[in-house]
């Protein structure tokens, strides 16, 4: 009996870390929900309030008239999904590469691609603008799309990982079956590092709805903005539209956290570090 | 027989075209995004150049402009001044929280996904949103200090608590470390606690002996990744003082004055004489995160 009483209270009392735990990481958000359905009178009550009274829906109306918000979402949607395809289409192939086939200089590559994720992005920036600048690409979406494509060290990194962990009988297998090295790859390999493959892509996909400093860097026509640079916005020289910023900040939120809270296993999962060295 | 299975042996390793043909993405990208760039850089370093108009060589004058640059010194004090304090803290806290989540606990993914939560949120939303918690007059935060008895400074209307404040809010940013450090957990076998409790193990030995140590490669990860980041830190102030690093440029962080420099005042050989200097910078704490790796970083021999 005792043993279990003893479970009991380390289940309640981790229960109860957990809750004072959620508490800081919960308050500033519920706060941004609850602005987001006050009006302007009600935001700088003293002292503040939790619920909106009444529940203002029109801050939501108001926040997609105030700056063109369907082109922002437009243009936010297509960055990010292309991007997320770039690296999901590019990255297994590398890692793969990295992983299971042999070839001359494999090692020393991948220690420069680890090593390259060191290099701040900042270095690179420069001439990269500059480079973008010349063939034209400023001002358009492209740079911010483009490079996926071409690979991410961190997304290579972690997919290297994970084919790691997969068996080379497999793959032997089909070999002798006179399988070639891309249908192996395709038709074994990725479909089971899709756990993997969909962290990746939740990664990426979280830091292109994200990013500020890319498209404040890239975009120059604002009807070519994106909701992360559209919400600036909302913050003049005459104050700050409290409850029109935080309606679309929370537009922008929710889908993600859908997202997130139905695939964290599978996602989790997917992260792997065994066998690192 | 012999040459029947060397024969398989080099049909089963695959061949060196394969290997390139499937890295080539890489290969390319890595001279277009990193090798070039990187290059360009070093030389733009030595150049005056302006977009609209060519570099010229100007040898280490930028070096010793910096060397004379009152706000490049003052960037480089508040960059460190955060990263000494935030990237120990989101260690801390990161393993800490990890460990809470792993917890075999009902509703667990709602508090997964709390914990995730402040990640998801744009920046500049949260920069707003901190802002005004931490508003003097009528912010969230003093009026809860105010319940305590305490009456809270002006947060970031003040050189000494700007900083701080900075900190505070990143720190409830640390959902990504914390999902690696989940994963890393989550590989720890399970059989290494079962038996530690055969022998009568309580949770601290467990912890300290067990987690811990086969913990250290992800901590080590995270510890890379986090300087990194700390030393890169951009949007949250850039927002917070729109662009102006106020009070006092206690908020100006290096990478906010190399944008700046690079964007604002198009001195884009300046801009990337102190792209160059960060590298180095970082480059040496890497180096030396990486020495000391082999006293404390444990790997799980499989």
């Not at chain 1, 926040?63 to 292309?82: D, Q, S």
Request: charged content about 10%; aromatic content about 16%; hydrophobic content about 55%.
């Amino acid at each position: 009996m005792e043993p279990k009483i003893k479970k009991r209270l380390q289940v309640i009392a981790a229960q109860a870390c957990l809750i004072v735990a959620s508490a800081f990481f919960l308050i500033p958000f519920l706060w941004m929900l609850s602005t987001s359905l006050k009006d302007i009178t009600q935001v700088f009550t003293f002292p503040p309030e939790w619920i909106p009274r009444p529940f203002n829906w029109e801050n939501y109306v108001e926040a997609t008239e105030f700056i063109p918000f369907f082109t922002y979402l437009k243009n936010t949607v297509l960055i990010t999904v292309f991007s997320t395809i770039g690296v999901v289409v590019s990255c297994p192939l590398v890692a793969y590469s990295f992983a299971k086939l042999e070839w001359r200089g494999r090692n020393s590559m991948f220690i420069i691609t680890i090593a390259v994720m060191m290099i701040p992005a900042q270095v690179t920036m420069i001439p990269l603008f500059l480079l973008f600048n010349k063939i034209g690409w400023v001002g358009t979406s492209l740079p911010l799309i483009v490079p996926a494509f071409f690979g991410v060290p961190f997304s290579i990194f972690l997919l290297r990982q994970f084919f790691r962990g997969l068996p080379d009988t497999l793959r032997d297998a089909a070999k002798i079956d006179g399988a070639s090295e891309f249908r192996i790859y395709w038709q074994i390999m990725l479909p089971l590092a899709k756990p993997a493959v969909l962290a990746v892509g939740l990664f990426q996909f979280m830091a292109s709805w994200t990013d500020f400093m890319g498209p404040l860097i890239y975009l120059t026509n604002d009807l070519q903005y994106t909701l992360s640079l559209g919400l600036q916005q909302f913050q003049s020289q005459k104050g700050t539209e409290w409850g029109l910023m935080m309606a679309v900040s929370t537009m922008m939120t929710l889908p993600i956290i859908i997202l997130f809270f139905f695939l964290q296993k599978t996602f989790i999962q997917g992260i792997t570090f065994s066998g690192i060295k | 027989m012999k040459i029947q299975k060397q024969k398989n042996r080099k049909l089963l390793k695959g061949s060196t075209t394969a290997g390139l043909l499937f890295a080539s993405p890489w290969l390319i990208g890595l001279i277009l995004f990193y090798a070039y760039p990187l290059i360009a850089s070093i030389y733009f370093s030595f150049t005056d150049y302006s977009i609209l108009q060519p570099g010229t060589f100007i040898g280490l004058n930028n070096y010793k402009d910096l060397f004379n640059d009152q706000l490049f010194w003052k960037s480089i004090y508040n960059t460190i001044y955060f990263a000494v304090y935030f990237v120990p803290l989101s260690i801390f806290f990161g393993v800490a929280l990890a460990m809470a989540l792993n917890m075999k606990v009902k509703g667990m993914g709602i508090y997964r996904t709390i914990f995730f939560l402040p990640t998801l949120v744009p920046h500049v939303a949260l920069a707003v949103l901190w802002m005004w918690l931490l508003n003097p007059g009528f912010g969230l935060v003093n009026e809860i200090l105010g319940v305590v008895g305490i009456s809270g400074p002006s947060w970031l209307g003040s050189v000494t608590w700007s900083k701080p404040s900075l900190i505070l809010m990143s720190l409830w940013g640390i959902g990504q470390p914390v999902i690696i450090y989940l994963a890393g957990l989550s590989d720890i076998p399970e059989d290494f606690y079962e038996a530690a409790e055969v022998d009568g193990a309580n949770w601290f030995q467990k912890t300290f002996h067990i987690t811990l140590p086969l913990l250290t490669p992800v901590i080590f990860f995270n510890l890379v990744m986090g300087v990194i980041a700390a030393f890169q830190q951009f949007t949250l102030p850039y927002t917070l003082t729109q662009g102006q690093g106020t009070p006092a440029n206690s908020l100006t962080f290096y990478v906010m004055y190399l944008y700046d420099n690079a964007f604002k005042y198009f001195k884009m050989g300046y801009a990337s004489a102190m792209a160059w200097i960060l590298f180095l910078i970082i480059m040496i704490l890497t180096a030396i995160i990486f020495a000391s790796s082999k006293r404390w970083v444990h790997y799980q021999d499989k």
